[in-house]
């Protein structure tokens, strides 16, 4: 077996099929970029991620100093959780030494993790060691919606072997939650995912985020209210400078008024200045105010315009994010703007071949939604059609297919004939 064949073999994050999208991986990075190291709790899996994405963007200088980071770390620990997780580290290093050409290092680190593999073996009954299990798990959950299901078979995996397991209890925890929205899940499964958070909640009461989105879960499936301890939370964390939970509680009191969200994000703002994570929060609570008014009067496009700036700064700051770069082509359209509307757009799209399928989804969605308000309708069909044609599964792919369904049972429309026609192509129930 030659030495790629044994590299193929180890479980790290260049084995994990996590994706070489340039797009998701900036957009991964600058969201990284926000995280606060010295308060940061997930260090080991926040370096070996970062040794991931530089590695695959071409850095691998910056990839091997985070990656020996992450293995100073846990070399200092000394427990045998972290001689188990040196084995991903390590496999890791192996692969980017591989890819960077020197097969003697590479194969030092595939050899010292087959000793530690030795060393350490799985638990009778188990394919995977809990530690590795959930470090795949904490990994998977930071990448797109299919990954974040695997994140959760992953942790349920460590938990099988482990029980009692606080990390993988909270892991869960965050997956669920993550994957499963509250309007897209049986009764059945929310409550799963309450119970869930409430385990990992009460494993951790002082652990903010969780606290807050079990609050948040609590009011969706169970209609608590829960605005009194929401505020308390947001005190702790303005005064603690917690910004791990700061987008669960905006989210929150957006629910209940958007305008109670915005007072909360401006709260934030005053308190973080500089932080580029509120300011995205806050422009997004400015947009969703926006797209809540019914009416394009003149208050509804002073809004627009004061979102659009905040917008534009985000875009500043996030480049590659998609979504914060349709926020800002929505805020430019309702500012009455559509020109410059348009041209962003016009962009997103001269890229879309090299992003992912549902990053497409997203954009031709998002794009069929403009053209819409813009009163092109043969447009807008032409581009929801774009999304129900590519064969990934997404709630942008379900939402064009509802559209189309609806337009299709209208025999005054033109198109009623051929939209039936596409729709059986693709096997659609109406």
Known sequence: MDLKQRLQKL??????????????LKTLLSNLNDVNQERCIWLLHYYNLLGYIQQTLGFNTEALMYLHKAESVMQEQGTEEAAVRLQVNKANLAWV????????????????????????????GCALHPEVSGEKGWTLVKFNKSKKHQAIDYFKIALKAEPERKEWHKGLAIAMNKTYKIHNCSPELNTEVLKQLKIAHENEPNNLLLHALYLEKQYEVQREDNERQMQKLLDK????????????????????????GIEAAERAR?????????????????????????EDNMERKTLA????????????????????????????????????ADEIYQQLLSNIDDLPPH?????????????HYCRRSEDSIKFHMKVAEIPAISEDKKKSIRI???????????????????????????
Request: aromatic fraction near 14%; proline fraction near 4%; include cysteine.
């Open 305 to 340: 315009v004061k979102s659009t700036e905040l917008f534009e700064e985000v875009v500043r700051h996030y480049p590659d994010s998609l979504r914060e770069t349709v926020g800002l082509a929505s805020m430019h359209k309702y500012a009455g703007n559509r020109k410059r």
């Open 237 to 260: 964390a303005l005064e603690t400078g917690d910004q791990e939970c700061l987008g669960t509680i905006f989210r929150y009191f957006g629910k209940i008024s958007v305008d109670k």
């Open 359 to 371: 990053s497409q989804q997203y954009i031709y969605y998002s794009y069929a939604c403009h053209l």
């Open 11 to 24: 479980e790290c994050y260049f084995t994990w099929d996590l994706g070489d999208s340039k797009n998701e």
């Open 404 to 430: 189309l369904q609806k337009i299709g049972m209208n025999p005054k429309n033109p198109r009623c004939d051929k939209i039936g026609y596409f729709l059986e192509s693709l096997h659609i129930d109406d």
């Open 270 to 294: 005053e308190k973080f200045s500089t932080s580029n994570r509120v300011l995205k929060h806050l422009a997004n609570c400015y947009k969703w105010k926006v797209f809540n008014m019914k």
């Open 97 to 124: 030494y591989y890819r960077m050409g020197d097969m003697n290092k590479s194969k030092a680190y595939l050899e010292e993790v087959e000793r530690l593999q030795r060393m350490h073996p799985a638990p009778p």
